[in-house]
């Protein structure tokens, strides 16, 4: 299982789920153009010395992220779904991929995905933090796979 994350722009979200990867021995796929450097001070204080257990891949675009991916499963988490995560079944080959935080992911991304589900919510509310939405979903897709760490 993989994480994947379209242009990100906060560099403490993409710090935050480095250090959940690492932690859960899920790898983190990052598609550029980021809205940060990459050598930006907030990746690295908020992942803290995490960042060395991750296998981090960064992409030159969506194209090039999608060529790595071959046959696996591309599972996107966007508001714009209805099928929440609770009520899927995931499989270990799964790449599970999050929007940048100010617009989700555009049109052709959209279409591309395989899946397309939606984190349940209060509806008073827009959106969770990418970190936060990450860390549910890997979560339960660990634990219908079985790959939780021990």
């Excluded at 979200?13 to 480095?18: D, I, K, S, Y």
């Excluded at 991750?54 to 992409?59: A, M």
């Excluded at 999050?98 to 591309?112: W, Y």
């Amino acid at each position: 299982m993989r994480v994947a994350l379209f242009e990100p722009e906060i560099a403490g979200n993409v710090g935050a789920v480095l250090r959940l990867g690492a932690c859960l021995g899920v790898a983190v796929d990052l598609i550029e153009p980021m809205g940060f450097a990459w050598d930006d001070r907030r990746v690295r204080r908020t992942a803290m010395d995490y960042i060395d257990h991750v296998e981090i891949v960064r992409h030159a675009g969506f194209a090039a992220f999608r060529e790595t991916i071959g046959a696996a499963r591309l599972v996107l988490f966007t508001t714009k779904a209805e099928q929440s995560p609770y009520d899927f079944a995931f499989a270990p080959s799964d790449v599970l991929l999050f929007g940048k935080e100010s617009a989700g992911v555009p049109p052709h991304v959209f279409d591309a995905s395989n899946e397309r589900l939606r984190i349940p919510m209060s509806p008073e509310v827009r959106s969770m933090n990418l970190a936060s939405s990450v860390a549910l979903v890997m979560g339960e897709a660990l634990r219908q796979t079985g790959g939780l760490p021990g």
